[in-house]
């Protein structure tokens, strides 16, 4: 359910009329441009005594059309209450002590793992890393980066026992999923190495100022300067490429140029990593978006119980008007297949199991998840 221009008042009175069945937990994804007061709404969600957990985001995504002031409710059946996790800021974030159990373990094989981060935590790999050592690939995984597109940082998250910064929340949902994961950027430059990088900032680029590095070669293709002042404008269309083996590159998006004149990336770059620097056109992004769909029906089920898509924000300041056309492209092949209308966010940073099933955090890239029930 889709709440247009939403605010404290018309969420809470949206929830009074609904009908929540016993066992089922309220998802709520809000648009950041929305009117209301994330604090008092929690209160007020916890004191009607209702299962619920949520996170402000860029945009929320009903069918063919992106809210940028929406509220999005929907309804999930988890195994488990929400599991927060916090300090994602820090070098080891803790995840909770049920995760080391073995029987927990054993229970959440074959499930869906909905995780939702602060995506301007700068340890999000590292959690990411960290759940996936407890769980592995018996757990098929997706979510995406909560936050503002002001890149400023503050609460995000919210469950039924508060709201949270620069932490996750880890929901698992009974049904299965077949992911897609698709981007459609292109190499301009490659053969570039990170040979000082530390968490999400880059400073060298193949043992030299890695801006300069950048710079020269976004210049030569882009045919415009690249400054501090414009660097987000132009930037939003070159972004780096983590090189996967036999896969498709892990994108990670600079957004600005820090006090030192380092690369501010969303996401961690490890250092050594190897880098391409890539480019995008409207067209071949828009195509990926439909692969992806595509991929998520490889695999055929007969029980579908809804679509999830996980879209990164700066897909659309890259493509603006024509943005929309990537989610008509999605919808038209999720409803040859089934009956519920794709639901999700726009956001900083997308989560999903990639290739044999490993845990990644991407930029600039779609994530689509058709949830199925078990047999």
């Not at 932490?167 to 490659?190: D, E, M, T, Y």
């Not at 490889?298 to 579908?304: G, I, V």
């Not at 999830?308 to 924000?313: A, E, G, V």
């Not at 991407?362 to 058709?370: A, D, L, P, Q, S």
């Amino acid at each position: 359910m889709i709440i247009e221009k939403a605010t404290n008042e018309k969420i809470l009175t949206t929830v009074e009329e609904l009908t929540i069945p016993q066992g089922k937990t309220l998802f709520l994804l809000l648009g950041e441009k929305g009117n209301y007061d994330l604090k008092e709404l929690q209160i007020a969600l916890k004191e009607r005594g209702i299962s619920f957990f949520g996170a402000l985001f860029t945009s929320v995504i009903y069918g063919h059309k992106k809210y940028d002031d929406g509220a999005l409710l929907s309804l999930l059946d988890l195994e488990e209450k929400p599991y927060v996790i916090e300090g994602l800021d820090s070098d080891e974030p803790k995840l909770p002590a049920v995760f080391e159990e073995e029987a927990f373990v054993e229970k959440m094989m074959d499930r869906t793992a909905l995780v939702i981060v602060d995506g301007l935590s700068s340890h999000i790999a590292t959690f990411l890393s960290n759940l996936y050592d407890h769980f592995g690939p018996g757990v098929n995984y997706i979510g995406g980066g909560a936050g503002s597109l002001t890149f400023v940082k503050k609460p995000c998250l919210f469950t039924e026992d508060g709201i949270y910064q620069d932490g996750a929340i880890v929901a698992f949902l009974r049904q299965q999923i077949n992911l897609g994961v698709r981007h459609g950027w292109k190499k301009v430059k490659g053969f570039l190495v990170a040979t000082k990088s530390q968490k999400n900032i880059i400073s060298q680029l193949n043992w030299q100022d890695a801006f300069a590095v950048y710079r020269k070669v976004v210049e030569e293709d882009a045919g415009v300067e690249l400054r501090v002042d414009n660097f987000f404008e132009v930037a939003k269309g070159y972004p780096f490429g983590l090189v996967k083996e036999n896969l498709e590159c892990i994108v990670r998006d600079p957004i600005a140029i820090n006090e030192e004149g380092h690369l501010v990336c969303v996401g961690e770059v490890p250092e050594d990593a190897s880098l391409d620097i890539l480019r995008g056109k409207t067209e071949e992004l828009i195509e990926a978006a439909g692969l992806a769909a595509e991929d998520c029906f490889l695999e055929k089920a007969t029980n579908y119980s809804g679509c999830l898509i996980f879209d990164c924000i700066s897909r659309v300041l890259f493509m603006e008007k024509d943005f929309e056309r990537e989610l008509t492209v999605i919808c038209k092949r999720v409803e040859q297949e089934m009956p519920h209308t794709p639901i999700g966010a726009l956001t900083l940073g997308e989560v999903s199991s990639y290739g044999d099933g490993y845990l990644e955090f991407f930029n600039k890239t779609i994530v689509v998840g058709v949830l199925y029930e078990r047999r």
